[in-house]
């Protein structure tokens, strides 16, 4: 016979109470019936950490749970769960190390730190017997930390490809549909608080990176460090370059990518062609999308709002509930010690192969093409389409054209590039950008 | 202190072994210590019913643990989960509804037994105190169900919307891209495995029907019988729609939609017209897409392959594992136990409101289309577009005319296409769809 289920409250404690962690309060105590029927036992707000104990909280936040002092929830053995929604990295990390040493379960909605010590975290909470719940952490509100964790419980994922960065998203949907420039399309989102006052995390494409390691762990097992992947941004997209993806029916999106090849994982972020009638290219806006493809799965996408408090609030209470249930089941962390992951070797760039479109700036001479051709050909590339832009320019002037090349080696193809970098045709260095098929 | 996790595994058995049964044979046994790394032990597979010994079976299923003898598998006190991938409507309720009388937990992937006899097998579980998991039988490879549980979780679910059948979408896709007939798509899809020799069910709109059923008990609590709802197939979409839709930047999808109106519930199954740029428009062939959308969630989207036997085994064994894991906590039914629902009221198909596409027929007389716009108008219902196709008809022979209506109530429309219907310029009636902006 087993043991009759425990009935009092899973007590939980706050670092933090911003945006995401109001949204966090309100779901859990908005329906508290509901949040039993769910858990077996209510929960039970014990303590809140905050910054400024004067400032205005959601209504629903009883002011004498506030506190300024971190140990009053980190070593209260009263408290079994965390729920980090405080951001940054230090003191953070800490915070979260001593909440694992004192055995309570943590809920973090915190990338930064899951991509810079999220091996570390990991291991900690596994040693301790504790659950690490981060869906928040990965895309806002697309489960896809869940999707990942399901699909894995019986299959195998070989790859993942995702448009993980909300912020180069909206810039390149606004290019494209308004036809703005990188800088005005940037300064947009900016207004409308979809991007940061300094973009470069999202432009540049090291968030995404961030999210790919995550997911890369979860998925492969393979502990990478962000810092190693390949990583573009959006910033050298031109316009001119929406203008010929349209014209072969193709979207350009900022991917993640992902591929288990058994020997070797394959990570890379870079802006990307993608076929118009694909699924990724239309997701627009500040929506996140991810496709995970399993051996007896096949593909399987989850799309939503990949930042925003409410949907993050969505996401860490879904895992607070998650880690709430194992503490009362008396299975505190079964879900994290079967995440498993080692070290794994990365496939260098010039050994993927893909597709190409690459865009030429060149003096209008004749043998230019011919030149251009024959130097890819020497390297084992060869072209599928080309197209010269618009009117013959004037003698002297730059003419633009752009081939898109069958499946290559990157590596070929950057020699190719390389070699002909020095040609007196050449006006500016070429532009490449790789072609996904979904 | 929690009293220690048991160690003995959970033991199942297995109600039917074709291709789907087969798959979830092979991923529970191919790596068992991933599944213990999940569960916190092993699962063991007691006994397998069959109708036939001596077909052939996936090599990793021991023969020794075949019967055809139901009760060896229902009645053994020492199998604590059933796993039914047999189908059917008969015996196999009254196989699951002695296994949950046996307090044993149960896995099932039937669709057509989660419609009809959802509402009583959901209560006698719950009375019962055991699990019952039904990922694999509304969508396949698609993990809609655990979006809905864990999005449901701590928020409100407001709208559900998806491409449920793949059949129909098949169909539709082939129409589009290939300008088949419906016939001749119909005949290939049938061709291909993806049609049954009588696809009434799936063109029809009945499976459809089903599904949303299920998902609106899950989504929005509401107790509703598929056949009190809003039905329309694919039967009646013609190539010329498809043509029509392209010119207005929109394609045909068939879709199920579900919206709480907190007093009403609207459920409804028909084609419609999606913009040519949403996701929902580009989800193709075979595959699956639901989109919910949450109070505080926002859009999230799943998408994958609604059927197939591998998809399907992925999500039955998801649910095993979860089931199996609720066994070794001794919270069985806790899941279960949080689905609640009740009948509610349905929304009138005439109180909906949306916009609208309307071909007509008609005799190429001066006067026709002030008289359809004078009805309409008449109705409330106002003209956004209009089109007539092709080259001006020879005198006496039909004209196409499609009208794209602004927002209007069903009923308003219906009522004027009614007065319409004895005019005598009308050569055949109107066809309508319904057009969609998520």
Redesign the interface.
Known sequence: M??R??ERPVTCGLLGCGTVGG?VVR??TR?PA??T??V?VPIEIRRVLVRDLGKARVPELDGRLLTTDASEVLDDPDIEMVIEVMGGAEPTLDHLMRAIDAKKGVVTANKLLLATAGKQLLERAQAAGVDLAFEGAVGG???IV??LR??L???RVESITGIVNGTSNYVLTRMLDAGLSLDDAVAEAQARGYAEADPTMDVGGGDAAQKLSILAMLGFGAAADYADLHVEGIQAIAPIDHRFAERFAYRIKHLAIGRDHGDEVELRVHPCLLPQ???L????GV?N?VTLT?E??????????GA?D??T??SV??DA?DVA??L????AG??T??I?YEARPLRAMAAIETRYYIRFTVLDEPGVIAAIAGRLGDAGVSIEQLVQDGPRPEPGEPATVVMLTHRAREGAVQAALGALREATFMVEPARLLRIEEP
Request: hydrophobic share 45%.
């Open positions: 087993l043991p289920m425990r949204g779901l859990l329906d509901k949040v029927r769910r077996g509100g697309v489960p869940r999707t399901e699909a419980a019986s299959d009638r694909s699924v290219a239309n997701v627009d929506l999308a399993g007896a799965l096949g593909p399987c996408l989850v799309s939503g709002q925003g409410l949907p609030a969505v209470v879904s509930l249930r194992s009362v089941a008396g299975v079964l879900q010690r079967a498993a």
